[in-house]
């Protein structure tokens, strides 16, 4: 049946995404992986995914408890297809939710993707509902969310009921059919701009999007957006303005240090006035109790500014309604020495429209740069204006992104401290017992490309793996899976057994993974495969296998 749409298929299919929806017993989720896709199987069916497991364990197949037409859990994971397939479903979703799905399933497209989908034409079988289904409803639906159609065809069912016809559709994803970047563009470039605050606020999301994914939240009611904690933008934004207020560059006309700003009070003040390092203001970090009420205050006052100013008047085009909506809310009274999302959640939400977000996390390689460009130009027009200089690269230098230094100090003294214990330590890659002489701590998830220094993503490693073999590249699913006994282990080992180190553990994971509130070494794994699989699909980062000669030095106990 699906022979009539093989050609439309992207090609060539190594280091594309596959998601199969409705995918049953598996066996189209391993038609795709055969021919070369990495597959996402989407099957909301208990029986249904462990049947299939045990059938295709070798396929790679990655399944998720999800359906139509919310999709949740596969939205969660911040991945884009290249190929979405629905062989044999659209006639079980209901006619008043084929539009919100239909929705669903082109959001998780990438700009070229295909979706393929199968229509079933024909009486239900006894004792089972079904709705009709016709070409004519898809073809207006893809229209509606800027797919084209490629082919259409008919065929015969393959179980020889007469019954029964199918129609087979192809459509693609000819861009990415949402008007986000020309949204962005319009905001970034547009010439009604009092001070740099809609900058700051688009940067501060896009920032929340690059490296706190998980903070986000689907919106309540089934509405294309997400939520994120005020205060973790309050907290971005903060970051953001303190390098620029500090080296006196003008934020708005007339504006030199804190003179003028309306966040800037007592709190913005005192980190000022204590060098607080831009580094230092992140999700999961710890301050003294003089610091806490600093900072604290200064995101309580940074919360009602963006509130009050830039979510109220970032709006669409010929003035329409704020892209942004916001919830306020008020933080306890206790103050907090530890920054979790818990705690950031605490001064409201920030609403963020579905198709901006997913620009914002698949696109920021490219937005980031133009708020950065933008926001230094409007800079320099304010200095020009008051007559005072401002240098080139100066501003661009202070709105650098700064995460804390490279360091696997800590990872490496607590392996030493473990083997000195008497703990047998091996490197997850080869499994390989570690010595005191010779081993290093690896950035699972290179440096390179995603600077992250979390304890999850220290892992234990022989210093041949680490320098000559895998160096800066990302782990293939196939060192992946090989390894996960071993990671799972050495987390348990070294962060979960540790009372002083798990909550940290789980409060950095919780940040930047989509765990999705678990707190097992297995839920975090898994959480971690997704952000791998999402890095090499937004960065196309270089991937490393062990080789056949590293595992076979695994020395036996």
């Known amino acids: 049946m699906l022979a009539d749409v093989l050609s439309t298929l992207p090609r060539p299919a190594e280091g594309r995404i596959a998601l199969d929806i409705g995918a049953g017993t598996g066996r189209d989720a391993a038609w795709l992986g055969e021919l070369g896709y ?21 396929a790679g197949i990655r399944w998720v408890d999800d359906a139509l037409p919310g999709l949740e859990r596969t939205h969660a994971l911040g991945l884009s297809f290249d190929l979405v397939l629905l062989s044999a479903v659209w006639q079980h979703v209901g006619p008043a939710d084929r539009t919100r799905a239909f929705r669903k399933i082109s959001t998780l497209m990438k700009p070229g993707g295909t979706l393929i989908m199968t229509l079933r034409n024909g009486p239900a079988p006894t004792g089972m509902e079904m709705h009709p289904t016709s070409t004519t409803e898809v073809e207006g639906l893809a229209r509606s969310y800027g797919l084209e159609v490629l082919r259409v065809s ?9 019954e029964v016809i199918w129609d087979v559709m192809a459509m693609r994803m000819p861009d990415d059919g949402t008007g986000a970047l020309p949204l962005v563009r319009g905001i970034v470039l547009s010439d009604g701009k009092s001070s ?37 933008v309050a907290l971005n934004w903060i970051r953001m303005y303190l390098p620029l207020v500090r080296g006196g560059f003008p934020q708005a006309p007339g504006n030199r240090g804190t003179v003028g700003l309306s966040f800037a009070k007592d709190g913005f003040e005192a980190l000022l006035a204590r060098n607080a390092a831009q580094a230092d203001l992140r999700v999961g970090a710890t301050f003294d109790a003089e610091g806490a009420l600093a900072v604290m205050s200064a995101i309580s006052h940074a919360a009602d500014t963006i509130a009050k100013m830039p979510a109220n008047f970032t709006r669409y085009p010929n003035g329409g309604a704020p892209v942004f909506g916001v919830t306020k809310a008020r933080p306890g009274r206790t103050v907090s020495t530890i920054l979790d999302l818990e705690t950031l959640r605490g001064w409201g939400l920030l609403e963020i429209p579905g198709h901006l977000w997913r620009a914002m996390s698949r696109f920021s390689s490219w937005i980031d740069p133009m708020l950065v460009a933008e926001w230094s130009r409007l800079t320099r027009s304010y200095g020009d204006r008051m007559g005072l200089e401002v240098g080139p690269g100066a501003v661009e230098g202070a709105l650098a992104w700064i995460e804390p230094g490279r360091t696997t100090t800590f ?42 220094g979390d304890l999850w993503n220290l892992m234990p490693a022989q210093p041949r793996i680490n320098r000559h073999e895998k160096r800066d590249r990302l782990p293939s699913a196939a060192a992946m899976r090989g390894a996960r006994a071993s990671i799972i282990g050495w987390w348990e080992m070294a962060y979960l057994e540790n009372e002083a180190l798990r909550s ?40 490393w296998t062990p080789s056949t000669t ?8």
Do not use: N
């Open 38 to 58: 990495q597959v996402v199987a989407a099957e909301p069916a208990a029986g249904m995914r462990r049947f299939a497991a045990e059938r295709h364990g070798d």
């Open 504 to 543: 940290r553990f789980l409060r950095e994971a919780a940040s930047a993974l989509p765990v999705a509130g678990e707190t097992s070494a297995a839920a975090v794994y898994d959480a971690l495969d997704w952000r791998r699989l999402r890095l090499r699909q937004d960065q196309q980062v270089p991937e």
């Open 154 to 162: 008919r065929s015969a069912d393959q179980g020889g009921r007469p």
């Open 550 to 557: 590293s595992r076979a030095s695994v020395i036996a106990e």
């Open 196 to 232: 740099t605050y809609k900058l700051a606020l688009l940067r501060a999301v896009t920032r929340v999007a690059e490296y706190a994914p998980a903070a986000a939240t689907p919106a309540p009611d089934g509405r294309d957006a997400v939520e994120v904690p005020l205060g973790l």
């Open 411 to 452: 990872g490496r003294d607590l392996v030493r401290k473990l083997i000195e214990q008497g703990k047998s330590v091996r490197c997850v890659w080869t499994a390989e017992r570690l010595r005191i002489r010779g081993y290093d701590v690896d950035h699972c998830l290179p440096w390179a490309v995603w600077p992250c």
